[in-house]
C-alpha cells in the first residue's frame, strides 16, 4: 500500500487493487464479500450517512451484527471522518447510556432485525437511527461528496473499556494511529491477499481491531464468527477449519477452553500458520499443549498492548525453551519498532522494573470527553520537560531482562484481565454501590488452576436482602463478564491499619470455599 494519509482513502485503493478478492467469508452460509462488493457497499452507506446530516468530526455508534453492512458502515464513517463506536447489544442499558452519555452520537446505526435497547433509547431522545437492513442493495446511491480533507491526526474510532470510577472510559485513535498499526501488522506476521484471519473477538473489543483492519487493510479476506457460533466450540473449531482460515487471533481463554472441552486437535485447522494471543497471560500448562499440538506447522505469537495504543505494541514468538520454566508467563519481548518507552520504577534500587510508559506513534489521542482522566493517564514523559513528549501510563508493572526483554509482572492498580476483557474492580463496587441496600463492599478476583479465575464480591447491606436478588441488580448496570460469579454478605468488610478496605483479609475468606471455575 502506498501513502495515504487517511483510512477512507487507503481502504479505496486496497479495494481498487483487489476487486475481486473475498474482503469477507462467512463459512457457515458459505456467503463471500468481494472488495468491489464491499466498497459499493461503503458507497452506499456513505450517502445514506452524508443525506442524514452526519458530518466530519461527529460521532456514530453502532450496533454491529458482524454482517457486511456493519463492516461497510465502519469503512464509510473512516471514509467521512466520522467518529465511529460500536455498542455491546447484551450490556445493560445503564452502561450504554453511560457511554452514549459521554460520546453523544449524532446517528445511532443498527444492523440487527431488532432494535436494540429501542424504547430506552428513544426515551432518552436518541430519534435519528439509520437501520442497515433498510439500505438498498441497488438502484440510485445518495450523492456523497468526495474524499473529505481528513488529516491523519483526526479521530478514527472510539473503544470504551471499564472504568474505575462506574463511568466507562472511550479510548481514541486517530488515523495515523492506524496506518502505523496497519504497517507494522503487516509485516510483523507478513499478511498478504492470500491470507484468511479470523474474527473471533467481539466488534465492540479492542481485539477486533487487529482482526479488521490487519485484513481488511492488507486485501486478505477476514472471516466473521458470531458470539453464537464462538460459543459452540465444537462449531468454532468446524468454521475456522471449513474457512481455510491462516491467521488466529484471540484471547488465551478461549483457546484454554477449547483444548479443556477437547474441541481442538492438531488436525483442525488446517491452513493455520499463525496463532496469536493476547490480552491476558496464558497458563503455562495449556501453552505448553497448544505448542505441542500446532508448533511444528504454525507459529504462536505472544503480544501484549493496551485499548489506548491500537490494540498491540508487542509480540513475541514462543519457543521450546520458553518452557523450560513452567511458572511465569512467557516474555512480552520487544516492543514494536514504532514504539518506545520508559520503565517508571516503583523503586529506585530497581530501575529495570516498575511501571510502563508507553510513547510512540501509536500512542491514541486520550479519553473521549474526559480530559480529566485524559490528564492522569496521558502525560509528559517524567524523564525530561525539553520539548513535548506524551505518552501513555499502562498501570502494567514489567520487568527488563539483560536482553531488552519484557515481562509482565502485574498490574499497578485493581485492575485485572478477566476473559480477555480488561476490568476494573471498582467499577463493580460502582454498580454494588449505587444500590440503596448496600452499606459497603468490595470486589477481589480469586486466580485459579490453569490461569483461570473469577470475580467475587463482598457486600455488607443496611436492610436483608439475597445474593441473588444483588446479582440480579447488578446485572442491570454492567456487561455479563463484570458480574461477579458469588457475592458475599457479611456484617461488615475487614479493614487494615488505614481504614481501607483489607483485600488481602477478603483474599483469605474465600480460600476454603469451591473454587470451581465460572
Known sequence: MSFAPNLGIAFEEVATRHEVRTALIYPATGEQISYGALSQLVDRISGALWAKGLRQGQVAAIFHDKSPAAFAAMLACLRLGIIYTNLDPGSPWERLRRILHICQPGLIINAFPMMPCAAELEADGYLDTLHLRNIRSSGEIDPVPDYPVIGGGSPAYIMFTSGSTGMPKGAVMSHANLLWFIAWARERFAITSEDVLTNVNPIYFDNSVFDFYSAVFSGAALAPITSDQVRDTRLLVRLVSDACCTIWFSVPSLLVYLLTTRALAATDFPGIRKIIFGGEGFPKTKLRQLYEMFGARAGLENVYGPTECTCICSAQAIRADDFEDMHNFAPLGLLAENFDFEILPLDGDAPDSGELFLRGTQVGLGYYNDPERTARAFIQNPRHSLYADIGYRT?????????????????????????????????????????????????????????????????ATSLPVSSEELLQDVSAIVPPYMVPRRVMLIDSLPKNANGKIDRVALQALVTPLDTRSA
Open 395 to 459: 498501570g502494567d508493572l514489567v520487568y527488563r531482562d539483560a536482553r531488552g526483554w519484557l515481562y509482565f509482572k502485574g498490574r499497578a492498580d485493581f485492575q485485572v484481565k478477566h476473559m480477555g476483557y480488561r476490568i476494573e474492580l471498582e467499577e463493580i463496587e460502582a454498580a454494588f454501590n449505587s444500590l440503596p441496600v448496600v452499606r459497603e463492599c468490595a470486589a477481589i478476583y480469586q486466580k485459579l488452576d490453569e490461569g483461570l479465575g473469577q470475580i467475587l464480591a463482598f457486600a
